[in-house]
């Protein structure tokens, strides 16, 4: 008799102890309250990616060598020779279709990304590559580019008062700053540009 009496209190106790445990806990056959799960550890915060931050100095730096270049050979100054400047357009399409390359794991929109993260990048580096080579290293530049063009222009038929007034009409733009917003919207533009139809190409050849 007093076994079959002692065995309810063991199961109600058991269910007491149950329900006093946390919201959100489990009991074992045991009895012992478990709680729920910890949380994963949140992800790190994601820096910049390698491949477009290597990508944009590499095409900021080369069209900054490509324009000290020009300028050590005379062609900087020469106006029939300045359209040798669309180097830096191969340049640019180079290297981001080797970024391309590189990342043809990934989707099409993840490679647009990283090529507009990339020609922005590039775009800073060559601004201020203009800024410096046009400042320090050619810093009569201007003035040899102006010669030259008058000259070409007084060739044309052009007057002196007609060819300084045409020069003077551009003189605003004739400086290393200018420049550099100059190659920066050239930069981002071939870059999305680059970066809408080249992922297009590569995809349809695999």
Wanted: hydrophobic residues 50%.
């Amino acid at each position: 008799m007093n076994d079959e009496h002692a065995a309810p209190p063991a199961a109600g106790s058991a269910a007491g102890a149950a329900a006093g445990s946390p919201a959100g806990t489990t009991t074992t056959p045991a009895g012992r309250a478990v709680g729920p799960p910890a949380d994963p550890p949140a992800d790190p915060p994601a820096g910049v990616p390698r491949e477009p931050l290597l990508a944009g100095f590499a095409m900021g730096l080369l069209s900054t060598a490509w324009l000290a270049i020009m300028g050590a050979a005379g062609w900087l100054h020469d106006p029939a020779r300045l359209q040798l400047h669309a180097v830096v357009i191969v340049l640019q399409i180079v290297v981001l279709a080797g970024m391309f390359v590189r990342t043809r794991d990934r989707d099409y929109g993840g490679q647009v990304r990283l090529g507009l993260l990339a020609s922005a990048i590039g775009s800073l580096v060559l601004f201020l590559g203009v800024v410096v080579v046009l400042t320090f290293v050619f810093p009569d530049h201007f003035e040899q580019l102006r010669v030259a063009r008058f000259e070409v222009l007084v060739a044309r038929g052009m007057s002196a008062d007609e060819a300084n007034e045409l020069l003077d009409g551009i003189a605003g733009w004739q400086s290393p700053t200018a420049q550099g917003i100059t190659a920066t919207m050239g930069t981002l533009a071939t870059g999305f540009i680059t970066s809408l139809l080249i992922p297009v190409a590569a995809r349809r050849r695999t």
